[in-house]
T-cell receptor, first 114, second 111 residues
Framework: NAGVTQTPKFRILKIGQSMTLQCTQDMNHNYMYWYRQDPGMGLKLIYYSVGAGITDKGEVPNGYNVSRSTTEDFPLRLELAAPSQTSVYFC?????????????FGDGTRLSIL | EDQVTQSPEALRLQEGESSSLNCSYTVSGLRGLFWYRQDPGKGPEFLFTLYSAGEEKEKERLKATLTKKESFLHITAPKPEDSATYLCAVQASGNTDKLIFGTGTRLQVFP
């Protein structure tokens, strides 16, 4: 049981390039999330999904896109990379039913845009 | 506006020196309060969930408590391996899809 797996672990992009951050979970969780974490700041929610085919914006969605075609996968797309998107990105998943369950996190993707 | 504030930002302790971390929250109806531990280069790792004032949970040297306005993470006789950043997050009753995170307390325990 691998939990939440993120790839790549590190990436350097040039301004204007695009890339997809991959996230997959093997816990059959219905909810999945993307956060960014900047130094001295709390985790900020970018997008989340309550199930396959359903996504919604979080607190800081501008410059990002997501899709959820399967329960397991929730990729995050950066279309035109900007220096302000330099950050550590975390994917998380959880199973929400009558008893709230905690979010389980991957180990992050460290992204630098130069 | 829902908000979470953690203090102190950083805490340095000698091994064995007990202390507490604070998480103050303002939320329109608390559904749950979560504590996470984050090691450098890793994602947050779940520690506890608290649901109602007066509730307490323990795990090894850690004990989390909850009141109507704040939560404390008490660390008893800490060891160097307890060094990490501790994150607090709240889930509001009217918005159970999301967590609101504090900025964390960075704990360093020296031998």
């Amino acid at each position: 049981n691998a939990g939440v797996t993120q790839t790549p672990k590190f990436r350097i992009l040039k301004i204007g390039q695009s890339m997809t951050l991959q996230c997959t979970q093997d816990m059959n969780h219905n909810y999945m999330y993307w956060y960014r974490q900047d130094p001295g700041m709390g985790l900020k929610l970018i997008y989340y999904s309550v199930g396959a085919g359903i996504t919604d914006k979080g607190e800081v969605p501008n410059g990002y896109n997501v899709s959820r075609s399967t329960t397991e996968d929730f990729p995050l797309r950066l279309e035109l990379a900007a220096p302000s998107q330099t950050s550590v990105y975390f994917c998380a998943s959880s199973y929400l039913d009558r008893d709230d369950q905690p979010q389980h996190f991957g180990d992050g993707t460290r992204l630098s845009i130069l | 506006e829902d908000q979470v504030t953690q203090s102190p930002e950083a805490l340095r302790l000698q091994e064995g020196e007990s202390s507490s971390l604070n998480c103050s929250y303002t939320v329109s109806g608390l559904r749950g309060l979560f504590w996470y531990r984050q090691d450098p280069g890793k994602g947050p790792e779940f520690l506890f969930t608290l649901y109602s004032a007066g509730e307490e949970k323990e795990k090894e040297r850690l004990k989390a408590t909850l009141t109507k306005k704040e939560s404390f993470l008490h660390i008893t006789a800490p060891k160097p391996e307890d060094s990490a950043t501790y994150l607090c997050a709240v889930q509001a009753s009217g918005n159970t899809d999301k967590l609101i995170f504090g900025t964390g307390t960075r704990l360093q325990v020296f031998p």
